[in-house]
């Protein structure tokens, strides 16, 4: 068996999970894109050359008012912010992956950064091939979800009030998801807890503010319990 069917075969079970949750979204949003009058190749190609799920329902809003692009740029950077913690988290992963690591960096969503920052690869599979088809079916499945949706959005007409919720609501589902697998939540309680203040501090711009006091404080924990641990030791 070749590396990369190998590698195909360890991350396709991985990735069975997003196919549901992507495949529904983007169906959503491609019946979304249609009902507000765009043609069905505008959220194929979003789907495709932006993959970025919350980002898209945003850029919809976008090419609906006057164009901003100075606004448009603090709004993208603002909502995407996360990939910012994202990347540097991969910096090792990436280190020596060639060409791969160009598609990797682009195809990097939540979901994606998640099955490859905490699998563990199969003894005897190539773990750059594991995360470069990890990356590649998500794209797939995002990519093809919105295709659907765009195709019967044009022919099926829906009532789509509230539909834009969908991405709030995966973000939900995998916060509970990851407090379901874990017997320790205070990192969880941390993070609503700076989430909430960071909210009420600074009201719609919290993105940023909250994701910066929630790595310095994991990483001065992460220092505690590392001094704790060499004290004990």
């Not at 590698?7 to 529904?24: D, E, K």
């Not at 470069?132 to 794209?139: D, K, S, Y």
């Not at 093809?144 to 589902?173: R, W």
């Not at 310095?216 to 641990?229: D, G, M, R, Y």
Request: proline share 3%; aromatic share 16%; with cysteine.
């Amino acid at each position: 068996m070749s590396v990369q069917k190998a590698a195909f075969r360890a991350a396709l079970p991985h990735t069975l999970p997003i196919l549901a949750g992507f495949l529904f979204l983007g169906i959503s949003y491609g019946f979304l894109m249609i009902s507000k009058g765009f043609l069905p190749l505008y959220p194929i190609f979003m789907s495709m050359f932006i993959f970025a799920g919350s980002m898209e329902f945003v850029t919809m809003g976008l090419l609906l008012t006057t164009f901003n692009p100075l606004a448009a740029f603090i709004l993208t950077l603002t909502v995407n912010a996360r990939h910012i913690f994202y990347g540097i988290s991969m910096l090792d992963k990436f280190k020596h992956m060639g060409k791969k690591k160009l598609y990797l960096i682009f195809g990097m969503c939540d979901e994606s950064f998640a099955i490859n920052y905490a699998t563990r690869v199969p003894n005897g599979i190539d773990k750059d091939w594991f995360m470069f088809f990890v990356t590649l079916l998500n794209h797939i499945y995002w990519v093809g979800g919105a295709t659907i949706g765009a195709i019967l959005g044009k022919y099926i007409h829906i009532d789509t009030t509230g539909i834009d919720f969908v991405m709030a609501a995966l973000f939900i589902v995998i916060f509970l998801e990851q407090w379901l697998q874990n017997a320790q939540h205070s990192f969880s309680l941390l993070g609503l807890f700076i989430s909430g203040c960071c909210l009420l501090l600074f009201n719609d711009n919290f993105i940023i503010p909250a994701m910066i006091c929630i790595v310095v404080s994991f990483l001065l924990l992460k220092k505690v319990k590392e001094v704790k641990a060499d004290a004990v030791n």
